[in-house]
């Protein structure tokens, strides 16, 4: 089985569709939440994502948009793409974004793991190791996938008990490039695709994985998108111009 696995899209659809064509053969489709925010395609992301995804979990822009959250907690620029995307949804993708479960979320059987941000808690930030080992150590799954911080990599613990981060290494900063992690067997994972619409890691490209479980490996993968149409389409929305701008340099 192979999984593709997605998150944080954040309604940028020129990104979502580079990542669609340019990933690996795959089996099924896993979304890990913020399929909205910040981008101005909301729609268009959504009506893509939907159906072609067999694993959906929330992300804390998907509940401030659909209003389970009160967004009056995001910092200016996320709140006023909130208030824009409300009035820009349709109302069917409005009730279907209402509805996306909550993570912790079982696929495969019980061997892997999907989440926003931590199984801990929906919104909780895994940036370094602590974080991720308290989470491995509340878990059973050896493979939990998560997303919310739009940063791609992860986190491991060895079965000696060693932990260490897991960050991938590309040949090119401006091309299609794919890099593949062998999974340990007996160690534990911590895994983020990272961020198809809104990079972090200062890379501009679109970010995804692929998961294979006959391999026991995880292909990160990077694919240069038309950024500079996500970045009229928010221009034109009237959306703050820094979520035009950030996108180009993966920030
Ligand atoms: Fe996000």
Not at 28 to 42: E, K, M
Not at 143 to 172: C, E, K, M, W
Request: glycine content about 8%; charged content about 20%; some cysteine.
């Amino acid at each position: 089985m192979r999984a593709l696995i997605l998150s944080d899209i954040h309604s940028n659809i020129d990104a979502l569709e580079a990542v669609l064509a340019a990933a690996p053969v795959h089996d099924v489709v896993w979304n890990l939440g913020d399929v909205v925010g910040y981008g101005a395609a909301p729609n268009a992301v959504i009506d893509c994502v939907r159906d072609l995804a067999v694993v959906h979990v929330r992300g804390n822009h998907d509940r401030g948009c659909s209003g389970l959250l009160h967004a009056e907690e995001f910092n200016p620029m996320a709140l006023a793409a909130v208030r824009w995307t409300q009035k820009e949804l349709s109302s069917e993708n409005m009730q279907w974004l209402r509805k996306v479960p909550r993570g912790p979320v079982h696929t495969t059987g019980k061997a892997t793991l999907c989440v926003h941000g931590s199984p801990l808690h929906e919104d909780q930030y895994v940036q370094a190791q602590p974080e991720a080992r308290a989470a491995i150590a509340a878990t059973k799954e050896p493979l939990i996938f998560f997303g919310h911080t739009h940063v791609q990599g992860g986190f491991a613990v060895n079965p000696d008990g060693d932990g260490f981060t897991l960050t991938p290494r590309y040949a090119s900063p401006n091309a299609i490039d794919f890099y593949e992690l062998k999974l340990r067997q007996g160690a534990r994972y911590m895994l983020n695709p990272g961020s198809v619409g809104q990079p972090r890691d200062r890379d501009w490209r679109a970010a995804f994985a692929l998961y294979d479980s006959v391999a026991q490996s995880v292909i990160f993968g990077r694919v240069p998108y038309m950024v500079q149409a996500a970045q009229i389409r928010i221009l034109r929305a009237g959306l703050p111009e820094s979520l035009a701008t950030r996108l180009r340099i993966g920030r």
